[in-house]
């Protein structure tokens, strides 16, 4: 269902999943925070790729069941 409601605004669903974890890594970074490791599973592991290679805060990042590609 949102990944139609993203295609109606021409954005993609996995785009925004990755746009939403780098304001929370933003969030933490105000907060004082200097490395976050990052936890992926399943699908979950290529928003946490993207958002790992894009944001200066990962330390370090774990992929459980990653999806070959």
Do not use: C, K, W
Not at 14 to 43: P, W
């Amino acid at each position: 269902m949102y990944a139609n409601h993203g295609l109606m605004l021409s954005e993609s669903y996995r785009g925004r999943r990755v746009h939403d974890l780098l304001r929370v890594l933003d969030l933490f970074q105000a907060h004082g925070y200097r490395q976050i490791h990052l936890v992926g599973r399943g699908l979950g592991s290529i928003t946490v790729s993207f958002a790992a290679a894009l944001h200066p805060l990962v330390a370090q990042v774990t992929l459980h069941n990653a999806l070959p590609y």
